[in-house]
């Protein structure tokens, strides 16, 4: 049983799309992050959120406290965007993470 | 910058060998978290310590432990390295479950 639940697995998009990836999770949290991991690469917090909706250059994060579910989108997707997206959840002093979605943004 | 730094990118080990990842971090965080990453299992916790001197058991810590003589270094140790513990590991910590960071990462190879 996984506490945290994402959606696809894995997106290819052609340049310019706009890119939506979902995230469920079945405990109680106070934050919710998006990482982002380039392949090869280490992992990065996007985005950390307990309510509502953040967004920062193309990307924007909203998160539905009360239905256990996050989205990421992305818009005006780029080549460069290629990357994991990893979901995680905190509770207490612990994560719990989706196992990721895999995104390839096609030229 | 907060930064976690890995002190290895790719790691070669055989089978039976005491291995030792070692994670630095320079922001003074109580807390560090030792993952393993591998295809369709998503990150999981081996172990993580809240404090000098304490270590806890995450959810996948056999073939595992950890040390944290200092704040600032947390390890992982491989008594015995397998086959199985092929993977990417990773490090991150954080202040009270806020700026957490993970470092670059390991990818160790077992033969």
């Known amino acids: 049983k996984n506490e945290v639940e994402q959606s696809p697995q894995n997106l290819t998009a052609q340049e310019g799309e706009f890119i939506t990836i979902n995230c469920s999770y079945s405990v109680g949290i106070s934050a919710l992050h998006w990482l982002q991991q380039h392949p090869g690469g280490g992992i990065v917090s996007l985005f950390m959120?307990?309510?509502g909706k953040k967004k920062h250059g193309r990307l924007i994060a909203t998160i539905n406290i009360q239905e256990k579910h996050s989205s990421l989108h992305i818009t005006a997707s780029h080549p460069r965007d290629s990357a994991v997206y990893i979901c995680?959840?905190?509770?207490?002093?612990?994560?719990?993470f989706g196992t990721g979605t895999s995104l390839t943004v096609i030229p | 910058d907060v930064k976690v730094t890995q002190s290895s990118r790719y790691l070669v080990k055989r089978t039976g060998e005491k291995v030792f990842l070692e994670c630095v971090q320079d922001?003074?965080?109580?807390?560090m978290f030792w993952y393993r990453q591998d295809p369709g299992l998503g990150l999981r916790l081996i172990y993580f310590s809240y404090d000098v001197k304490m270590k806890e058991k995450g959810d996948i810590p056999e073939g595992y432990s950890v040390s944290r003589e200092k704040k600032e270094r947390f390890s992982l140790i491989l008594e015995s390295a397998s086959t199985n513990q092929t993977s990417m590991y990773l490090c991150?910590?954080?202040?009270?479950?806020?700026?957490?960071?993970f470092g670059s990462g390991t990818r160790l190879t077992v033969v």
């Open positions: 922001m003074d965080h109580e807390n």
């Open positions: 959120l307990s309510s």
């Open positions: 995680a959840v905190l509770t207490g002093n612990q994560f719990y």
């Open positions: 991150a910590s954080s202040s009270s479950g806020y700026g957490y960071t």
